[in-house]
């Protein structure tokens, strides 16, 4: 069972460059999310999405740019890499719950994207 | 807007000692609480969770936590920590929708 898979796990970017961070799921799951870790920061939400052709800004969006053409692809895009930038990217997915509550479960989280921009 | 606070951002025990950490959030409606464990060089993985029934919650490798509604509050707790526990650990916090907000973390380690 794969469950969150993110490529590539390492990556050194130069000022200006674009890339896209990859994360695929298989537990097909509804939400899946972006965050940023930052050390002392804890984790910074950057987009999220419920659901294939549906996203939104978390709490730090500037500078990217997602897609959900799938349920279980949720890409993450560069266009102008910033040293501000650098910093460890992980991606997650969860499921929702029946019985007509917003409940979610806990997250699952992919292993991570070490990103350095020079 | 929801928030998390987690009080101490290092902790240093020995081993055998007992381990509280605290975590406080801002959010008056009905929450889903989380407690997450990074261990060096790995991803985040769930320690254990509560959304509702016994505010006392266990978790894997002997870890729980108590949510206290009237002080905002879901402080994760050991009896005894093991060398093995050095880890960062993020208290999180889902208000019932699709974003989970968490900690700023904390910083364990275990002397042997």
């Known amino acids: 069972n794969a469950g969150v898979t993110q490529t590539p796990k390492f990556r050194i970017l130069k000022i200006g460059q674009s890339m896209t961070l990859q994360c695929t799921q298989d537990m097909n799951h509804n939400y899946m999310y972006w965050y940023r870790q930052d050390p002392g920061m804890g984790l910074k939400l950057i987009y999220y999405?419920?659901?294939?052709?549906?996203?939104d800004k978390g709490e730090v969006p500037n500078g990217y740019n997602v897609s959900r053409s799938t349920t279980e692809d949720f890409p993450l895009r560069l266009e102008l890499a910033a040293p501000s930038q650098t910093s460890v990217y992980f991606c997650a997915s969860s499921y929702r719950t029946g019985t007509g509550l917003d409940m979610n479960t806990e997250a699952f989280f992919g292993q991570g994207t070490r990103l350095t921009v020079v | 807007a929801q928030s998390v606070s987690q009080h101490n951002h290092h902790v240093i025990l020995s081993e055998a000692a007992s381990l509280e950490l605290g975590c406080n959030y801002s959010y008056g409606g009905t929450v889903n609480l989380f407690w997450y464990v990074q261990y060096p060089g790995q991803h985040l993985q769930l320690l254990l969770k509560?959304?509702?029934?016994?505010?006392l919650v266990k978790g894997i490798k002997g870890f729980e936590a108590e949510f206290i509604k009237s002080k905002f509050s879901f402080n994760l707790r050991k009896p005894s920590v093991q060398w093995s526990d050095t880890a960062e650990y993020f208290c999180?916090?889902?208000?019932?929708?699709?974003?989970?907000?968490f900690g700023a973390g904390t910083r364990l380690f275990v002397k042997a």
């Open positions: 509560y959304f509702s029934g016994d505010p």
């Open positions: 999180a916090v889902n208000a019932r929708g699709f974003k989970t907000i």
């Open positions: 999405s419920v659901g294939a052709g549906i996203t």
